[in-house]
């Protein structure tokens, strides 16, 4: 952080930073204020956070009159919800199963347009749904391909996630 910042970190976590921030038309802060806290809700095992972050940050995308999917926000959503999945009831385990085969639906068409950016995230996503399928050899073998395709195409921070995923499988 540079010496003239002149937000204080604990700052963008309060409801009306964005507001203070003239000009933003589009909820562009709003959304990095989500996005920031989905992220780092993940890293840290902070699941639950990580979902209402993701929550709020769909719904300012769903509010976009584009009505463009955000990769990064598809990916992240598979991934926190294999993890809060165990904590669900058998009938919110149906819909999120559902959901995540929607986001790995949307995954698979962009990892088909763009390999290099995107197949190691699907293979990810991929594996997180068949390990929750409890089949763990076809589990295996697609976190190790998603490894190999992220650590071929640079995305260093992809494959620690993947491995991270791997280890706790």
Not at 129 to 139: E, G, H, N
């Amino acid at each position: 952080r540079s010496i003239d910042d002149p937000f204080p970190i604990a700052e963008i976590s309060e409801p009306d930073f964005a507001q203070s921030v003239h000009g933003d038309n589009f909820d562009f802060i709003q959304e990095m204020v989500w996005i920031y806290q989905y992220l780092t809700g993940y890293v840290f095992g902070e699941y639950r956070e990580a979902s209402e972050a993701l929550a709020k940050s769909a719904a300012i995308i769903k509010s976009r009159e584009d009505g463009l999917d955000s990769p990064m926000q598809i990916m992240y959503e598979c991934l926190v919800w294999a993890q809060l999945y165990e904590e669900y009831n058998a009938e919110e385990q149906r819909t999120y199963r559902a959901k995540m085969r929607k986001c790995l639906k949307k995954m698979k068409n962009l990892a088909m347009r763009c390999p290099g950016n995107y197949q190691h995230k699907y293979l990810l996503m991929k594996a997180e749904l068949t390990r929750l399928s409890r089949d763990p050899r076809q589990a295996e073998a697609l976190y190790e391909q998603s490894i190999e395709t992220a650590r071929v195409h640079g995305h260093i921070h992809d494959l620690a996630m993947a491995a991270e995923c791997y280890g706790k499988f």
